[in-house]
């Protein structure tokens, strides 16, 4: 009987250590010139394993670190966007226009160059 309460503890002692990782939920939505785009991917940079894909409304959900800025790369139409996520912002728009595209080509050269 001992060690039944002593595995139970055990169990719940891990669970609760893992429940208590250092991530938020940021959602946001894809959009181009305000229409909406369906399935396209978004990843965390560095993370590519942490995806998230939009759905029939645009919408996104994404688990990234709390706590520091993250950056978020979005494959849009056989094109590659970075975007700047803050670390107190828990909702983005992305909206593919020239401004995204410069900011992300600014971006993207940068992480390049710090990954020589």
Known sequence: MK??????????ST???????ESKVVEGILSTDGEIYIGQ???????ALNRATTQIDGDFELRLPKGKPSIIRVDFC???FY???????YFVKIDIN???????????????????
């Not at 669970?15 to 990782?21: E, G, K, T």
């Not at 975007?83 to 912002?89: F, I, R």
């Open 83 to 89: 975007y700047e996520v803050p670390a107190d912002v």
């Open 41 to 47: 991917i978004i990843y965390e940079h560095g993370n």
């Open 78 to 80: 056989f094109q590659v």
């Open 15 to 21: 669970a609760f250590l893992f429940s208590q990782n």
């Open 98 to 116: 020239k401004k995204t595209r410069r900011k992300s080509k600014r971006l993207g050269s940068k992480l390049k160059r710090s990954h020589k």
């Open 3 to 12: 060690k039944i309460c002593l595995h139970i503890c055990l169990l719940f």
